[in-house]
């Protein structure tokens, strides 16, 4: 099992900047990829950005390819993610996943095992 706990979210301007951090504890050997997804009131979870195990690979949606740079630091157990030039479609309740296997491809969040509570970012025009 992994527990996963986000930070970071609250409210900033557009064009303002957020850093977001996922906090995994347990069995981290199981967040070898770990995701960032994002859902707006009455709209599905959507794919934000993913990182690999290493680092080596990223991958971003393309709504926020650019802006949005995924990291993390295995010493800490974290995955952060610096969030720059906000924009008001960027507002939602942002979640962290994990799983075990697979790429840092992988956008569906079926493909995850593992989810934290959410953290919420709101951008005001």
């Known amino acids: 099992q992994v527990q996963l706990v986000e930070s970071g979210g609250g409210l900033v301007q557009a064009g303002g900047s957020l850093r977001l951090s996922c906090a995994a504890s347990?069995?981290?050997?199981?967040?070898?990829?770990v995701a960032w997804f994002r859902q707006a009131p009455g709209k599905e979870r959507d794919f934000v950005a993913a990182i690999s195990w290493s680092g080596s690979t990223t991958f971003y949606a393309d709504s926020v390819k650019g802006r949005f740079t995924i990291s993390r630091d295995n010493t800490k157990k974290t995955v952060y993610m610096q969030m720059n030039s906000l924009k008001s479609e960027d507002t939602a309740v942002y979640y962290c996943a994990a799983k075990a296997v697979g790429s840092a491809y992988d956008n569906n969040p079926r493909l995850y095992d593992y989810w934290g509570q959410g953290t919420q970012v709101t951008v005001s025009s």
């Open positions: 347990g069995r981290t050997v199981s967040s070898r990829v």
